[in-house]
C-alpha cells in the first residue's frame, strides 16, 4: 500500500470515526466520579437560571426613571427575598451581590456611588443608573428545559459546575473503551528486570497505558509478544475482546516485522500502512472485522522507537478511543504558538519536532528541544508538545506561527 499524507490519514481516521456514532454503552455515576467520562445524556436547565432578577453588586435597588434623594425602605441579601410591596416611587432597598432584587426596581448602583444614612440614599450626578445595571434577568443564562449539556462532551470542571447547577447528582456516562497495548521484540525486557547489554526495557507498553488514560481509556497491558508468528498470534487472540488493539514495533520493513502479515492472516483489513511523516512513518491502521463471537476491533500498529510510538498514538489512535469511548468527533490538538528560534528540517515528510511550549498573558511561544531522534526518550520527555512543519518546509525562520500539537 502507497505511504500516504498526514492530512489523508487524518481524514481516514476521521471518516472511520464519524461512522461510529452513535455509541450504546452506557452506565450512571455519582457527579463526583464524573470528571473526565462523557457524557451519555444531555442535561437540561431545571429552572431559570438565574432563577430570580440578581443583583451582580452590593448596592442599592433602584428605579432608574427616578430622580433625587431615595427613600430607604429595607435590605435584602443572598439567601433572602424582599417580602414587601413593590418599590414605589424615589424608594430603595439595600442589597448585596447574589440577591433578588425587588420586585419595582430595574437597576442596582454600587454603594460606592452614593452618599447613604440611615434612611436616605442619594446617587452621585456621576452615577445615575439606566435600566438593567448590575441586575441578570431571570432567565438570562438559561431557560427552563433548555439543554445545557450535550451526550458526547467530556466532563471537565466546568460542565461539571454546570451539572451540579442543575441538580444533576448522578450522570449518564460512557463506558470507557478498553485498550489491549501489546508491544512486540525479542529485546524487550520488563521494567522491573535487568537487561542485558543488548536488551532494552519496555517502556512503550508504559507510555501506551499512559497515553490511553489520558485520553480517557482503560489499558489492558499484555506481556509483550517475541519476533514470531505464533506469538504474535496467541497474544492478539487473548487480546482480541479489547475495543481497540495497540501494538508497538514490527511494522518496518525487516525479515521479523510480522505485525502486519500475522493480522492478515487473522482477517484485518487495512486502511493505511504507512504515513509520509517523522517520527512514525511505517504507522499502521486497520481493523479486524466482527465476529459472531467478538465486536469488531480497531488496530494500530505503532512503529516501535518511542517516540514514534507517542507521536502516532496522538495523533491517530486516541482519536479513533475518544471517539470509541462516546466523545463527539475528537481530533488530535492543535494550537498555534510563535517559533522561538530557526529550525532546520530535512522535506519529504510532516516532521513533529518535541518542543516547549511557554505561554504569558499575551503570547504563546515555542522552543524545539534539542533531540537525537524518534528512540531519544529524554529529550522528548524534555519537550512537551510538538512542533509540525509541513513537508515543503526545510527551513522556519524564528518569529513564525507554527502548528503545534499538544500531548
Ligand atoms: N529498512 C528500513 N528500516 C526501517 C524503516 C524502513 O522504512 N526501512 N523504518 C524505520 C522507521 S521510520 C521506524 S519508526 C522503525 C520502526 O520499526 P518497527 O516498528 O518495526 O519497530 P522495531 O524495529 O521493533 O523497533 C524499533 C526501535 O524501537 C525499539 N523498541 C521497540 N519496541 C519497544 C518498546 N516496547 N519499548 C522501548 N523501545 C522499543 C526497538 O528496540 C528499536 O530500537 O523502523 C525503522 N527501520
Ligand atoms: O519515523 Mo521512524 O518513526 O524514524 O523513527
Not at 292 to 309: K, R
Request: proline share 6%; aromatic share 4%.
Amino acid at each position: 500500500m502507497a505511504l500516504i499524507t498526514c492530512q489523508e490519514a487524518l481524514d481516514l481516521v476521521a471518516a472511520h470515526i464519524a461512522a461510529l456514532f452513535p455509541r450504546t454503552c452506557t452506565e450512571r455515576v455519582p457527579l463526583e466520579q464524573a470528571l473526565g467520562r462523557v457524557l451519555a445524556q444531555s442535561v437540561y436547565a431545571d429552572r431559570d437560571q438565574p432563577p430570580f432578577p440578581r443583583s451582580t453588586r452590593d448596592g442599592y435597588a433602584v428605579r432608574a426613571v427616578d430622580h433625587g434623594v431615595r427613600k430607604l425602605i429595607g435590605s435584602v441579601r443572598a439567601g433572602e427575598v424582599w417580602t414587601g410591596a413593590s418599590l414605589a416611587q424615589e424608594e430603595t432597598i439595600e442589597v448585596m451581590t447574589g440577591a433578588p432584587v425587588p420586585d419595582g426596581a430595574d437597576a442596582v448602583v454600587m454603594l460606592e456611588h452614593v452618599e447613604a444614612t440611615a434612611t436616605t440614599v442619594s446617587i452621585s450626578d456621576r452615577h445615575l443608573p439606566s435600566a438593567g445595571d448590575n441586575v441578570v434577568p431571570r432567565g438570562q443564562e438559561a431557560r427552563a428545559g433548555d439543554v445545557l449539556l450535550h451526550a458526547g462532551v467530556r466532563l471537565a470542571a466546568a460542565e461539571i459546575a454546570l451539572a451540579a447547577s442543575v441538580g444533576a447528582a448522578g450522570l449518564d456516562v460512557y463506558v470507557q473503551p478498553v485498550a489491549a497495548v501489546l508491544a512486540t521484540g525479542d529485546e524487550l525486557v520488563a521494567v522491573d528486570q535487568t537487561p542485558a547489554s543488548h536488551q532494552i526495557r519496555n517502556s512503550n507498553s508504559h507510555a501506551l497505558a499512559a497515553i490511553v488514560r489520558e485520553h480517557g481509556g482503560v489499558p489492558r497491558l499484555l506481556p509483550p509478544a517475541s519476533d514470531t508468528r505464533e506469538s504474535l498470534l496467541e497474544r492478539i487472540s487473548v487480546a482480541r475482546d479489547a475495543d481497540m488493539l495497540l501494538l508497538s514495533g514490527g511494522v518496518s520493513a525487516g525479515k521479523y516485522d510480522l505485525v502486519e502479515d500475522v493480522l492478515l492472516s487473522l482477517g484485518a483489513e487495512f486502511f493505511f500502512t504507512g504515513v509520509l511523516i517523522q517520527p512514525g512513518k511505517p504507522v499502521v491502521f486497520g481493523r479486524l472485522p466482527a465476529t459472531q463471537t467478538h465486536a469488531e476491533q480497531w488496530i494500530f500498529g505503532l512503529p516501535g522507537n518511542p517516540v514514534s510510538t507517542q507521536v502516532t498514538a496522538l495523533l491517530f489512535a486516541m482519536p479513533m478511543l475518544q471517539a470509541l469511548g462516546g466523545e463527539s468527533l475528537p481530533q488530535p490538538r492543535f494550537v498555534q504558538g510563535t517559533l522561538a528560534s530557526i529550525m532546520k528540517v530535512r522535506s519529504g515528510l510532516t516532521r513533529f519536532v518535541p518542543a516547549k511550549l511557554s505561554s504569558s498573558l499575551h503570547a504563546v511561544t515555542v522552543n524545539p528541544v534539542e533531540w537525537h531522534g524518534s528512540g531519544d526518550l529524554a529529550s522528548n520527555a524534555r519537550a512537551d508538545c510538538y512542533i509540525v512543519v509541513p513537508s515543503d518546509v526545510d527551513s522556519v525562520a524564528a518569529g513564525t506561527t507554527v502548528t503545534v500539537l499538544l500531548r
